[in-house]
C-alpha cells in the first residue's frame, strides 16, 4: 500500500498537525462507536505526540481507552517505562479514566510470556473480535528499522497468531518486553508513524522507496484502513517516490 507522507519543517508543526489528526478520528470514533481505541508507543512520541494534544478542551478524554504496542517488561515508575513516560507527557494533563488505560501487570516484569498472556486478556475484555479492531494505533521507528518491539531478523517477526507477544532478548534494553504482532497492528482503521531527524533519512527513505522489506517497519500495512507517516523535512529529505501531502487542517 502506499501511505500518505506529511512532512513539516518543525517539530512544533508536526505536533499541531498531530493534535488536529487525532481530534478528528477521536470525534469521528466517538460519534460512531462510543468510544476511542488507541495504542501508544515509548521513545520521542509521546513528547511529540501530546505537546499540542494535552491542551486540546473539545477533545472527550473520557470516552478513550488506552493501551501500548509495547511495553518494556519493567516497574511502571522505572524511566523504561513507555507507561511512565505517557502518563507524563498526557495522561496527567487530560482526563482518561485510570481504569481505561492499560499498563502492563507490574507484577509480571520477570516473566514477559506471562505479561504478554495478561496483556491480551485485558485486550480481550474491550475488543470481543477475532483480532483487535483499533481506531488508531500510533507507532515510531528505530534507526535499525524496527516497531513496537519488532527488530530486523527477530524470530518475532513470524509470529501471526498471537495478538501479542514477548521477548527476553531484545537487542536494544531492556531485554524483556511484549509487543503487538503484524497481524494486530495490520487490523487497525488507521495507523500513523512519527518519525524525525536527519538520523533517519536513509531507513525512512529505503522503508517508503524500496519494495523489498529490509525494515521490521515496512511489513506494517493495514489490511483496510489506512497508514500515514508524520516525519519532519530533515527525516524526509531523501525520500524520492512517495510524494510529500500537504496536511490540511
Known amino acids: 500500500?502506499?501511505?500518505?507522507?506529511?512532512?513539516?519543517?518543525?517539530?512544533?508543526?508536526?505536533?499541531?498537525?498531530?493534535?488536529?489528526?487525532?481530534?478528528?478520528?477521536?470525534?469521528?470514533?466517538?460519534?460512531k462507536n462510543g468510544r476511542f481505541t488507541i495504542a501508544l508507543s515509548g521513545g520521542s512520541l509521546p513528547k511529540l505526540f501530546s505537546a499540542v494534544l494535552r491542551h486540546n478542551k473539545t477533545i472527550d478524554f473520557s470516552k478513550w481507552h488506552v493501551f501500548f504496542s509495547d511495553e518494556r517488561c519493567v516497574p511502571l515508575d522505572h524511566t523504561d517505562s513507555n507507561y511512565l513516560l505517557c502518563k507524563q507527557e498526557l495522561f496527567d494533563h487530560v482526563g482518561i479514566p485510570s481504569s481505561q488505560i492499560y499498563p502492563i501487570d507490574p507484577t509480571l516484569t520477570q516473566d514477559p510470556a506471562a505479561a504478554a498472556k495478561k496483556y491480551t486478556e485485558s485486550m480481550k475484555k474491550v475488543f470481543t473480535s477475532e483480532w483487535p479492531l483499533f481506531d488508531l494505533i500510533m507507532l515510531g521507528m528505530?534507526?535499525?528499522g524496527h516497531t513496537c518491539s519488532l527488530f530486523p531478523n527477530?524470530?518475532?517477526?513470524?509470529?501471526?497468531?498471537?495478538?501479542?507477544t514477548s521477548l527476553k532478548d531484545s537487542p536494544k534494553p531492556p531485554p524483556r518486553r511484549i509487543t503487538f504482532t503484524y497481524p494486530a497492528l495490520n487490523k487497525a482503521q488507521v495507523v500513523a508513524f512519527v518519525s524525525t531527524g536527519a538520523g533517519k533519512q536513509d531507513v525512512l527513505s529505503y522503508s517508503l522507496d524500496q519494495s523489498d522489506k529490509k525494515y521490521p517497519v515496512q511489513s506494517v500495512e493495514p489490511a483496510t484502513g489506512k497508514l500515514y507517516w508524520f516525519v519532519d523535512n530533515a527525516a524526509s529529505e531523501k525520500v524520492t517516490k512517495v510524494k510529500k501531502t500537504q496536511y490540511q487542517y
Open 154 to 164: 527477530h524470530p518475532l517477526l513470524k509470529e501471526n497468531s498471537s495478538w501479542i
Open 142 to 144: 528505530g534507526p535499525d
Open 1 to 31: 500500500m502506499t501511505p500518505i507522507l506529511y512532512s513539516f519543517e518543525n517539530n512544533d508543526a508536526l505536533s499541531k498537525a498531530l493534535d488536529h489528526f487525532t481530534s478528528r478520528i477521536s470525534a469521528e470514533s466517538i460519534a
